[in-house]
């Protein structure tokens, strides 16, 4: 674990979830014949109504276990993407969210220890470990992220890793 103190620490708004979050509270069946513009306008709506209108770029969701359960529907993780979460933080995913977030470029970290977060609360993602460290010091530890998934979602997703694969910057 890094116990060393960032210098330039990159601090993250929390929005606090609980558990089961599905894919219809991420990416609404109601809009799903609309674009993503449209499907952000809504996400997360029903459980935390002001969400899209003030989610910031590099916001993080703090969430409970199953995070993203339900259907296979890409929006759910795309939507985040589009409106700038910069992390999801959960004990646990559905399965295809999982995958979908890392192919649409959204990091999404495992973590037991998230009940001391609150709404909110700034907290930043400390390298190289992903370990998170709050504005009062206290570390929370991660699981490893695959090395192949984390530089998958820094590329931007499976297209921009397999474009920068196929033609790497000179």
Same mark, same amino acid.
């Given at each position: 674990?890094?116990?060393?103190?960032?210098? $330039?620490? %990159?601090? @993250?708004?929390?929005? *606090?979830?609980?558990? &089961? /979050?599905?894919?219809?509270?991420?990416?609404?069946?109601?809009?799903?014949?609309?674009?993503?513009?449209?499907?952000?306008? $809504?996400? %997360?709506? @029903?459980?935390?109504? *002001?969400?899209?209108? &003030? /989610?910031?770029?590099?916001?993080?969701?703090?969430?409970?276990?199953?995070?993203?359960?339900?259907?296979?529907?890409?929006?759910?993780?795309?939507?985040?993407?589009?409106?700038?979460?910069?992390?999801?933080?959960?004990?646990?995913?559905?399965?295809?969210?999982?995958?979908?977030?890392?192919?649409?470029?959204?990091?999404?970290?495992?973590?037991?220890?998230?009940?001391?977060?609150?709404?909110?609360?700034?907290?930043?993602?400390?390298?190289?470990?992903?370990?998170?460290?709050?504005?009062?010091?206290?570390?929370?530890?991660?699981?490893?992220?695959?090395?192949?998934?984390?530089?998958?979602?820094?590329?931007?997703?499976?297209?921009?890793?397999?474009?920068?694969?196929?033609?790497?910057?000179?």
């Amino acid at each position: 674990m890094n116990t060393s103190k960032p210098e $330039h620490a %990159l601090w @993250h708004k929390v929005w *606090r979830l609980g558990d &089961d /979050v599905d894919t219809d509270a991420l990416a609404p069946g109601a809009y799903m014949q609309h674009g993503i513009e449209v499907i952000g306008k $809504h996400c %997360l709506e @029903h459980l935390l109504p *002001r969400f899209a209108q &003030d /989610v910031r770029p590099g916001d993080v969701i703090v969430a409970g276990c199953n995070f993203g359960i339900g259907s296979s529907r890409e929006q759910a993780a795309a939507v985040l993407v589009h409106l700038g979460v910069a992390a999801v933080i959960a004990p646990s995913y559905g399965g295809l969210f999982f995958r979908n977030a890392f192919n649409l470029g959204l990091v999404l970290l495992t973590c037991g220890q998230l009940d001391s977060l609150e709404d909110e609360e700034q907290l930043c993602v400390v390298e190289p470990d992903l370990s998170l460290r709050t504005r009062s010091g206290a570390e929370l530890p991660c699981d490893p992220v695959p090395g192949f998934l984390l530089q998958m979602a820094r590329a931007g997703g499976l297209l921009a890793s397999l474009k920068l694969r196929l033609h790497p910057p000179n």
